[in-house]
């Protein structure tokens, strides 16, 4: 009554005006982001089989990759996401067999061309092959041409 | 420094003296209103500045600080955009009125600022009724807002300045009268008399309730919060600034906050002791002082937004008729009781 109520406010909103302030200046300084967090992809391409049950896993067909067989190994050639229909949801780092992909906690992934967005993990040639892989890829090109 | 204006003011006018004197004294009073003008632009930019770290500081944010140093450059920036912005009208607006208002929204307040002593005689215009010409000039602005909202045919518009108008005529009252105290007290219309007579005591000590009167209803006449139920961002869309785009709205956005300067420029004179130094401290410039108690004035109003929600129209008009217009009454009739008794006494 009599203004009491009014003055507390102004108090309150006075202590408020010198009080440490809660903005975080991102660019230049960011919250520490937890060890669980769903950030940018990160593949160990010495780890990956080139199996693709992450691609099968993918709800949204966010995973391409391609791969060549190299001897008897299968060798990954490419890897892309097409990040922009990820939902971050994490079912492809868990189907991982050999656990090569992993979040790492890059949450920044503007881009400011559209083809810039997709994330290319992998790009690369395949190893020049050995006699014997030769054969194996002639034989493999042969069944492809019939 | 205490002499700094009045110096630069008298240098001109004997720099002037081959010319004959009435076209001298022109030049120095057309000097004068270029540098009111530019006084209150500075301002304006400021203050929209001052308010947005101020509500950012009470809502523990830091507010505008990427815009050139510590975000100074951000006002400019914003007005530089509104000017770059195409002004609509829409087709049932009447044309002249609609954009007569954002031109003639500042004139009430340059005019104003003609007759404001900012320090030792530091007024452009010393004139023996300045404060009737005040208050006079400062109520035609409620036509402007009348202006914009009738002019612009939005229904928003026109409820808000049909409340701009009820608000700013029915709180004209409690001002008037809660400066009526003060009149009676200096016997003075004249504001360098009335600071005068606040060389010892200012009269926020002798009039203290005068001085919250008049406050609340400056506080209301620029149409801030807790009473800024014109624009009403939440009800209103803005009330009589809707249909207003690019500059025209930048123009009423900056007279609010040269209106805001007027106010506190009043209380400052009126019952802060205006260039009056406190406590002795004679050494800081009598203008800067005033600019000082201008500002924590400033500060304070600008902390009242931040603190108290909206009030409703009926409380407005309650508070104002049966609360503030009694109490002022009351203050009128107590300040006669005691200058009786105190020529009585003999002081």
């Given amino acids: 009554m009599f203004g009491k109520g009014l003055v507390k406010g102004m108090q309150i909103t006075f202590k408020e005006f010198w009080s440490p302030k809660a903005t975080i200046q991102y660019p230049e300084h960011q919250n520490p982001i937890p060890d669980r967090y769903h950030g940018r992809f990160t593949l160990d391409v010495d780890k990956c089989i080139a199996c693709g049950m992450c691609a099968n896993a993918c709800p949204n067909k966010v995973i391409s990759l391609q791969k060549q067989k190299v001897g008897t190994k299968q060798y990954l050639t490419n890897y892309v996401m097409k990040i922009y229909y990820c939902l971050f949801c994490g079912l492809c780092v868990e189907s991982c067999p050999k656990d090569a992909l992993h979040f790492s906690k890059v949450i920044n992934m503007n881009q400011y061309h559209f083809s810039d967005i997709p994330l290319v993990l992998v790009q690369r040639e395949a190893p020049a092959v050995t006699a014997e892989s030769e054969v194996a890829a002639s034989k493999t090109s042969d069944k492809e041409g019939e | ?347």
Avoid at chain 2, 36 to 61: P, S
């Fill in chain 2, 1 to 347: 420094m205490e002499n700094l204006f009045v110096g630069i003011a008298d240098g001109l006018r004997s720099s002037l003296g081959g010319l004959p004197p009435e076209l001298g004294e022109a030049i120095v009073m057309l000097v004068k209103l270029v540098a009111i003008l530019v006084f209150i632009l500075v301002n304006a930019l400021w203050l929209v500045y001052m308010e947005r770290k101020v509500a950012g500081y009470m809502q523990a944010r830091i507010g505008p600080n990427r815009v050139g140093p510590k975000g100074l450059l951000q006002t400019t920036c914003d007005i530089g955009k509104l000017i770059c912005k195409e002004i609509i009208i829409h087709k049932d607006t009447d044309k002249v009125v609609f954009m007569l208002a954002p031109v003639l929204v500042f004139v009430p307040t340059l005019m104003v600022f003609a007759v404001i002593p900012f320090g030792k005689n530091m007024a452009a215009i010393d004139m023996n009724i300045g404060l009737l010409y005040l208050l006079a000039i400062a109520s035609t602005s409620t036509i402007i807002f009348w202006m914009a909202g009738w002019a612009s045919n939005n229904k928003y518009s026109l409820i808000g300045s049909m409340r701009s108008v009820a608000q700013m005529v029915s709180y004209e009252l409690p001002m008037v009268l809660a400066i009526l105290g003060v009149i009676m007290i200096t016997g003075s219309l004249n504001m360098s008399d009335i600071i005068a007579a606040q060389e010892h005591t200012w009269f926020i000590f002798t009039q203290p309730i005068a001085f919250l009167i008049f406050f609340i209803a400056s506080v209301s006449e620029c149409n801030r919060a807790p009473f800024d139920l014109i624009e009403g961002e939440s009800e209103l869309v803005n009330g009589f600034n809707t249909e207003y785009g690019g500059m025209a709205f930048a123009m009423f956005y900056l007279a609010e906050y040269a209106n805001m300067l007027v106010c506190c420029a009043m209380v400052t004179i009126l019952f802060l002791g205006g260039w009056h130094a406190p406590f002795g401290l004679d050494f800081i410039p009598s203008w800067l002082w005033f600019f000082i108690k201008m500002y924590i004035v400033m500060f304070v109003i600008m902390q009242l937004r931040w603190t108290y929600p909206r009030i409703r129209v009926d409380q407005l008009m309650g508070f104002g008729w049966k609360v503030l217009v009694p109490l002022s009454l009351a203050n009128i009739f107590v300040t006669g009781i005691g200058m009786y008794i105190y020529r009585a006494i003999g002081w």
